[in-house]
């Protein structure tokens, strides 16, 4: 079990579940999934049973995604940069 109160605010957990993994990225489970399988974040640890990712991995790989989302178009950007 998690007991997050356990570390100061200013020092976050290295270790994530999946959920908290997707979270810092800023996506869902299912895309972070999807990111994982395709090399775009990192494979999780094992500690046990249990499956970890290293949070300062995962901050590394998110630098190296692509400025523009790799080329891809959102529609909804036309609206939001309004």
């Known amino acids: 079990m998690s007991r997050p109160d356990i570390l100061p605010i200013s020092l976050p957990p290295r ?10 990225v800023g996506v869902s489970i ?18 046990g049973a249990r499956k ?14 692509p400025e523009d989302g790799g080329g891809l178009e959102n529609p909804c950007d036309a609206i939001f940069d309004r």
Do not use: C, H, N, Y
């Not at 299912?30 to 990111?35: A, E, L, R």
């Not at 970890?52 to 995604?65: Q, Y």
């Open 52 to 65: 970890v990712w290293d949070r300062v991995r995962v901050e590394e790989a998110f630098v190296e995604l």
């Open 15 to 24: 270790g994530l579940s999946r959920p908290q993994a997707a979270a810092v």
């Open 30 to 47: 299912g895309t972070f999934d999807t990111m994982v399988t395709d090399g775009r974040m990192p494979r999780p640890k094992m500690i």
